[in-house]
């Protein structure tokens, strides 16, 4: 019997792989792809579709563009693994296999706050995004200039940022009558990189006239509001709200949580070695779902840059071990940071190969833009084709 080599997701991570197992696998290896949906998505794009929904297009990939016609492809929910009976199970169906490549990517961490979960978009895939495109319309349209929609966005990272910024240029190019709020419980937006480019995306941000609230976390939510900060001896402030959406970090996905491999007690993410071993030897993991190790106490970040990176490793690492042949280990390097703001983009710590792959430190305007453009299309010209990326372009 040929040798069954599973992969579950279809982000960066697992579409990535994909790709390198096809390549590295032996002709009797029996490859199968599963995700619950049948495209891959360009997740660092997905914010777009807040403001244009046609973008949705331009940024999922047909998986039968992706994968060779040799790959299985099953559409389908995975509820568990089970790792000794070797056997990913599906809401109505179960598939066998020999090695198994978690990349199912990750979950929205809500850190047990009140209400935040019953009453907060998320934006994690086109769902989300047509929902909240949906919802911030129909508020605009029912809101006036004198009393306005209300548009909290909680999390001033990557994501809530470059949602803040879609949704206030959907206010500008509709005239909508919509005030949008950015709050983030540590005291800068992107808590924890440079000053230098955190104060760039501040100006950014106020000149799209997002308020920023920084320095007092959502301690609970309901149906009308959200409130700031409190304790024993201060009440908390009260902030209403028409639409609330909560990009405030990523926990384990709800479908690994029951697999029997070691994971933090805390995120409930997987811990992984730097080859992507688990520690079940038939059983790797990369991209979100995983904390993969880079050298004590430090793991790889969460970010598409990453899964990029070691999707490519990841996937050789399978077909290294079916093969019996030595694992390799995975480093990850950090090419920078490029962020959308609206229509415009900051870019920080970029090796460019023009300057012998020097880092720059930040810069914005055209050719942040087109930067960001640029990595895009270049993913999806890798994963899917150079006419597909092409096309996407404008939407970027």
């Known amino acids: 019997m ?19 197992l096809e390549a590295e696998l032996d002709p009797g290896t029996e490859l199968t792809w599963i995700s619950d949906t049948d495209y891959h998505l360009v997740l660092h794009e997905v914010h777009r579709c ?10 999922a990939i047909p998986v039968d563009d992706i994968k060779s016609p040799s790959t299985a492809f099953i559409k389908g929910h995975v509820t568990d693994v089970d790792v000794d009976e070797r056997v990913v199970e599906l ?4 598939v066998e296999y020999d090695y198994l490549l978690l990349a199912v990517g990750s979950g929205t961490a809500f850190f047990g706050i009140e209400g935040l979960r019953e009453h907060a978009h998320e934006l994690k895939g086109l ?3 047509r929902a909240i495109h949906a919802e911030i319309r129909e508020a605009a349209e029912a809101a006036s200039r004198d009393d306005p929609a209300q ?54 941000l106020e000149a799209l006239d997002i308020d920023i609230l920084t320095g007092d976390f959502i301690s609970k939510a309901d149906e009308d509001a959200v409130y700031l900060g409190g304790g024993e001896d201060e009440a908390p402030e009260e902030l209403g709200y028409d639409v609330l959406l909560w990009t405030g970090g990523i926990t384990g996905h709800e479908e690994i949580h029951d697999v029997d491999v070691e994971k933090d007690e805390r995120s409930r993410r997987i811990f992984a070695d730097a080859d992507f071993q688990t520690s079940n030897d038939r059983v790797f993991a990369v991209g979100d ?23 490519d490793v990841a996937g050789e690492n399978v077909a290294r071990a079916v093969a019996g042949e ?29 300057l012998g792959g020097l880092p720059v430190n930040v810069f914005g305007g055209p050719a942040a833009r087109t930067l960001k453009k640029t990595i895009a299309a270049r993913w999806i010209s890798d994963i899917s084709s150079p006419r597909d990326a092409l096309e996407a372009w404008d939407s970027l």
């Open 2 to 20: 040929s040798t069954q080599v599973v992969v579950v997701g279809s982000g960066y991570a697992g579409a990535g792989a994909v790709k390198r």
């Open 50 to 59: 807040i403001r244009d929904p046609s973008v949705e297009s331009k940024i």
């Open 91 to 94: 809401e109505d169906d179960e």
């Open 127 to 129: 769902d989300d995004a």
């Open 151 to 204: 548009v909290i966005v909680g999390g001033a990272g990557l994501s809530g940022i470059q949602t803040a910024g879609e949704i206030a240029e959907y206010r500008d190019e509709h005239r909508a009558p919509i005030d949008v709020t950015l709050v983030e419980g540590l005291d800068e937006v992107f808590p924890g990189n440079d000053p230098e480019l955190q104060g760039a995306l501040r100006k950014r």
């Open 289 to 311: 779902t995983a904390l993969v190790e880079q050298g004590p106490d430090a793991v790889a970040p969460p970010t598409a840059q990453a899964a990029w990176q070691a999707a």
């Open 326 to 354: 030595p694992l390799k280990t995975w480093r990850h390097d950090d090419k920078g940071t490029v962020v959308s703001v609206g229509d415009d983009a900051v870019a920080h710590a970029v090796k460019l190969p023009v």
